[in-house]
C-alpha cells in the first residue's frame, strides 16, 4: 500500500502540480495541502481521493505556479489610505498607539 505519484498539466498562465504519496495503515488518513485559492475545493479533493484509496496515510498536494507576472492577492488602496490618515491623525493630536 505505499504508492508515489505526480502529475503537471499547464495551461498559457500557470501550471498545476500535483503529488500523492502514501504508506501503509489501518485506515485512512488524508493530509491535504493546497493553495488558498482551492481551500474550498478542499472536500471534494477528499471525497475524489477516498473513492480509490480505502486505507493508509496519505499526503495529497496541490502546487500552482504562475507564468504572468500577477499575483493572486490585491493590495486594497483606498483600505491603506485610510489607515495611513488615521495614524498621520493619531501621531498629530498625540494619542497614544496600544
Known amino acids: ?4 505519484g505526480k502529475s503537471s498539466v499547464s495551461f498559457s498562465d500557470k501550471k498545476i502540480n500535483i503529488q500523492l504519496k502514501s504508506l501503509n495503515s489501518k485506515r485512512f488518513d ?3 495541502r493546497i493553495p488558498t485559492e482551492y481551500r474550498e475545493k478542499e472536500v471534494q479533493f477528499q471525497k475524489l481521493i477516498g473513492e ?3 486505507r493508509g496515510k496519505v499526503d495529497f498536494s496541490l502546487n500552482l505556479e504562475s507564468f504572468s507576472g500577477e499575483t493572486s492577492t490585491k493590495i486594497n488602496q483606498e483600505v491603506v489610505k485610510s489607515y495611513i490618515s488615521e495614524m498621520q491623525g493619531m501621531i498629530s493630536s498625540g494619542d497614544e498607539l496600544e
Open 52 to 54: 480509490y484509496l480505502e
Open 30 to 32: 488524508l493530509y491535504t
Open 1 to 4: 500500500m505505499t504508492g508515489f
